[in-house]
C-alpha cells in the first residue's frame, strides 16, 4: 500500500507502507520520519507531550479534522497524524498540556459527528513511545560518515566515522531527509575546503555537530533551546569521543554569547521554514564572509519564501538537494549574484537587527 503524508496545505509525499494521512508540521527544529511503517514524530519534543487523544472515523472525517486541529492548536504545542487501519482511519493528536477535552469533543463534533464521544483520551508514557518510534531503524551512511545504533556496530567498517546514536528524549537519528540532507551538504563542502569554525542552530541529539567535529576534529557550538536536547547532545558527544570539541548553549537561534557577535565558516540551521525566515538576520550576521549557510527543514513550497528571506541579506544558492519531500539548501554569503542589500553595521548583528 502506498503511504500519504500530508502537510498543511501541501500535496502528499509517498512512499511504500502503511498509510499515513497527514499531521501537523511544528514551529520546531524537527520533523517527520517514518521507518518500517512506523510514524515517529520529529519536533514537538517527546518529554513535552502529555496526552494524546485517538479516535477511529472515516477517511474524509479524517482529512478535515486534522487540518483543523492543526489550524485551532499552537503548532509548538499540538502534532496531529491519522493512519488507515483495519477499522478505519486512526486520528491521534498529542498535547503538551492537558487539553479540554469537553471543547476539542464540540470543535470535531461538526464533522465526525456522535463519534466526538467515542475520542479517547490518555497519558503519555514519553520514553515508551519515543523508543518504540526508533525501533528498527537501519543505520544511514552520507559518505564516510555512517550514523546507526549499538545493535547495528557490527556494520561499521575501518575507514568510516562512525556516529552512534541512540534513542532518546531529544530527536535527530540521520534517518529523516532533513537531517540526512544536512549529512550530505557536510560532506559535499568538507570535501571541497574544511570549515575551521562551525555551528550548529537548533542541533537536537547534536548529530550535526558531532558529526562535524568526529570527522574534522575541529572545535563545534552547539546550541538548543531545549535543555533536554543539550544534555542529549552532550551524552551523546561523550559517547563518540568529541565531548572536549563540542561547546553547548540553551537559548533560541544565536541569542548567546557562544554564538552572537561572532561568526563561523559553516553554520546549520535545521528548523522549520517560518522560524527560519525569522531568523535570516540573525543566522545571517553568523556567517563568516564567504561561508556556507545549511538550511533545513523544508518543504518544497517552503523555499521561494525562505530564499527570499535569506537573499536579502547577501547570500545566493549554491546548492537544492531535496530528499523524501524535504529540501536542504547550501547557502553562500557573497556567492554569484547576490540582491543589494543595506548594510549591517557590527551593532545591527550583535542586536539581531
Known sequence: MAEEIWFAGAPPVRKPGRALFWRSVFASPRTLACANGVAMIEGLQPHKATRIMRLVTDEGSARMTTEIL???????????????????????AYFAHPPDEAMIRDIIRPVVGDAADDAVFDDIREQDWVKASLDGLK????????????????????????????????????????TSGCLDALVRLANRRRPQSILDVGTGTGILAIAAAKWLRVPVIAGDLDPTAIAVAAANA?????????????????????????????VFANILARPLRLMAVSLACAVAPGGNLVLSGLLARDVPGVLAAYRAQGFALAERRDREGWAALVLRRGGAAPRPVKPRSAKSCRQGR
Open 139 to 178: 543505520p544511514v551512511r552520507s559518505g564516510r560518515i555512517l550514523v546507526y545504533g549499538s545493535h547495528d556496530r557490527a556494520v561499521v567498517k575501518a575507514n568510516d566515522v562512525p556516529l552512534e546514536i541512540e534513542a532518546a528524549l531529544a530527536f535527530g537519528t540521520g534517518h529523516h531527509g532533513t
Open 238 to 266: 561523550k559517547a563518540n569521543g568529541v565531548a572536549s570539541l563540542l561547546t553547548y548553549y540553551i537559548a533560541p537561534g544565536v541569542e548567546n554569547a557562544h554564538a552572537r557577535g561572532r561568526t563561523f565558516e559553516l
Open 70 to 92: 492543526g489550524e485551532i492548536f499552537d503548532p509548538v504545542e499540538t502534532a496531529v497524524s491519522a493512519f488507515e487501519t483495519d477499522q478505519g482511519w486512526l486520528l491521534e
